[in-house]
C-alpha cells in the first residue's frame, strides 16, 4: 500500500541535466506521470492530491524560481536597507499543473537544483501556487515580470513585482492583508518585529 504524507507526496531519485526551461518541463511531466500512476480512484480522497479524472489531461505551466528572505537577514533588516539585498535566489522552482478543463492550479511540483540537475523534490501543496497564479492572472502580470518569495521560518509565500509584495494566503499575517500589492518596505517592516521576537519553536 502507498503511503501519502497529509499536504505533501515526496517523490525522489529521479533526476535530470539543469540545462533549461526545456529540462524543468520534463522533469516536471515526468512527475506528473508519476503522480498519475501513484493515484488510484481507490486512493484518492481526502489527501489534498488531484483526482485520477483530473490529472488525465493536466498541463504543465512555467516553472517559478523560488527566493527567500532568512530569518536572520530580516530581523537585521532596517529601513535603510535594500530589500533586493535579503531576498535571496535559491535552486529551486515550482511548476503549477493546472486542468485541462479550466485552467485552475490543480497540484504543485517543487523541483531542487543539485550540483547542477534538477530532482523532483514535493508535489501535492498547491495553494500558494494557486493564489500567485489567479493574483498574476488579475493584475496582468506576465510571468517574468513576477517572482516567488518565501519566508521559510514562518512558510509565508509573497508574489512580488517591482517593489511590491502580495502575501499569497487567505488570511491576513502581522497586518498584511491577503492579495494585495503593498510596497516591499513596508511588507518588511511589519514582519521585522515578528522576526525579533521568534523563539526558534516550530511554527
Given at each position: 500500500?502507498?503511503?501519502?504524507?497529509?499536504?505533501?507526496?515526496?517523490?525522489?531519485?529521479?533526476?535530470?541535466?539543469?540545462?533549461g526551461?526545456?529540462?524543468?518541463?520534463?522533469?516536471?511531466?515526468?512527475?506528473?506521470?508519476?503522480?498519475?500512476?501513484?493515484?488510484?480512484?481507490?486512493?484518492?480522497?481526502?489527501k489534498?492530491?488531484?483526482?485520477?479524472?483530473?490529472?488525465?489531461?493536466?498541463?504543465?505551466?512555467?516553472?517559478?524560481?523560488?527566493?527567500?528572505?532568512?530569518?536572520?537577514?530580516?530581523?537585521?533588516?532596517?529601513?535603510?536597507?535594500d530589500?533586493?539585498?535579503?531576498?535571496?535566489?535559491?535552486?529551486?522552482?515550482?511548476?503549477?499543473?493546472?486542468?485541462?478543463?479550466?485552467?485552475?492550479?490543480?497540484?504543485?511540483?517543487?523541483?531542487?537544483?543539485?550540483?547542477?540537475?534538477w530532482?523532483?523534490?514535493?508535489?501535492?501543496?498547491?495553494?500558494?501556487?494557486?493564489?500567485?497564479?489567479?493574483?498574476?492572472?488579475?493584475?496582468?502580470?506576465?510571468?517574468?515580470?513576477?517572482r516567488l518569495?518565501?519566508?521559510?521560518?514562518?512558510?509565508?509565500y509573497?508574489?512580488?513585482?517591482?517593489?511590491?509584495?502580495?502575501?499569497?494566503?487567505?488570511?491576513a499575517?502581522?497586518?498584511?492583508?491577503?492579495?494585495?500589492?503593498?510596497?516591499?518596505?513596508?511588507?518588511?517592516?511589519?514582519?521585522?518585529?515578528?522576526?525579533?521576537?521568534?523563539?526558534?519553536?516550530?511554527?
Amino acid at each position: 500500500m502507498k503511503t501519502y504524507s497529509i499536504l505533501i507526496l515526496l517523490v525522489t531519485g529521479i533526476i535530470f541535466s539543469a540545462s533549461g526551461q526545456d529540462d524543468l518541463q520534463r522533469v516536471a511531466q515526468q512527475a506528473v506521470e508519476d503522480l498519475r500512476q501513484l493515484v488510484s480512484k481507490e486512493e484518492f480522497g481526502g489527501k489534498n492530491l488531484p483526482s485520477p479524472d483530473a490529472l488525465a489531461n493536466a498541463r504543465t505551466g512555467n516553472a517559478v524560481m523560488h527566493h527567500v528572505i532568512e530569518l536572520e537577514a530580516l530581523r537585521s533588516y532596517t529601513p535603510q536597507t535594500d530589500p533586493n539585498r535579503i531576498i535571496k535566489e535559491i535552486g529551486r522552482v515550482t511548476v503549477p499543473v493546472t486542468s485541462a478543463v479550466d485552467s485552475r492550479v490543480i497540484a504543485t511540483i517543487e523541483l531542487d537544483r543539485n550540483n547542477e540537475k534538477w530532482q523532483i523534490g514535493e508535489l501535492g501543496n498547491q495553494q500558494y501556487m494557486r493564489i500567485y497564479e489567479e493574483l498574476r492572472q488579475q493584475l496582468d502580470l506576465r510571468p517574468e515580470d513576477a517572482r516567488l518569495v518565501r519566508v521559510p521560518t514562518f512558510n509565508l509565500y509573497f508574489l512580488a513585482t517591482g517593489e511590491r509584495m502580495a502575501l499569497l494566503s487567505d488570511q491576513a499575517y502581522a497586518d498584511i492583508p491577503p492579495r494585495e500589492l503593498q510596497a516591499t518596505r513596508e511588507v518588511l517592516r511589519l514582519l521585522v518585529p515578528v522576526a525579533q521576537s521568534y523563539n526558534g519553536l516550530p511554527w
